[in-house]
């Protein structure tokens, strides 16, 4: 029984590590945000434009059942409490997806902004695989919090990072 267990914890161990082998992050709490440009129709936005502000970057699909469970918790706790902060950026984006894929998606579900980055170009500054992601930059350009997947707890604890940050 002792072995069992013990080839058990093991095998969780082993595990984690190649999870975390397979969903790499290509940036860390504690680097500058990589320079990007999203772009589309009524206006795009680079990294160069959000200095001085606190901003969310959401990676999302929507095909991804855990994405469009996070979705409207972006726009209940995150987008309609802070979208008339002038301290505050919200970029949601969806990772693979043109413009039009996203305002289908989007239609008379969110008011928050949505960004296509068709080619992964974005994304893959930050991560190879693995969505939902969610990074928190302070006004210096900063990464300041990461989070990979969805759970409500994670994503509670999330809030109160933009909370402290946003007082």
């Known amino acids: 029984?002792?072995?069992?267990?013990l080839f058990l914890i093991m095998l969780g161990f082993g595990g984690?590590?190649?999870?975390a082998q397979e969903n790499p992050d290509n940036v860390?709490?504690?680097d500058a945000v990589p320079s990007f440009k999203l772009e589309k129709s009524s206006g795009d936005i680079a990294s160069s434009d959000l200095k001085g502000k606190v901003v969310l970057i959401n990676?999302?699909?929507t095909w991804c059942p855990s994405c469009v469970k996070e979705l409207p918790q972006l726009q209940d706790k995150v987008w309609n409490k802070y979208k008339n902060n002038s301290n505050f950026?919200?970029?949601v984006v969806g990772r693979e997806h043109t413009e039009q894929e996203l305002t289908k998606f989007t239609k008379d579900k969110y008011t928050m902004p949505f960004y296509p980055d068709e080619g992964r170009k974005?994304?893959?500054?930050?991560?190879?695989?693995?969505?939902?992601?969610?990074y928190i930059l302070d006004e210096e350009g900063k990464i300041v919090y990461m989070l990979t997947g969805y759970s409500?707890?994670?994503?509670?604890e999330m809030l109160e990072v933009l909370d402290k940050l946003l007082k």
């Open 89 to 91: 950026e919200l970029l």
């Open 1 to 5: 029984m002792k072995i069992r267990v």
């Open 16 to 19: 984690l590590k190649t999870f």
């Open 28 to 30: 860390n709490v504690g």
């Open 122 to 134: 974005t994304y893959q500054l930050f991560a190879e695989n693995t969505i939902p992601r969610n």
């Open 152 to 156: 409500e707890e994670d994503f509670n």
């Open 59 to 61: 990676f999302f699909a």
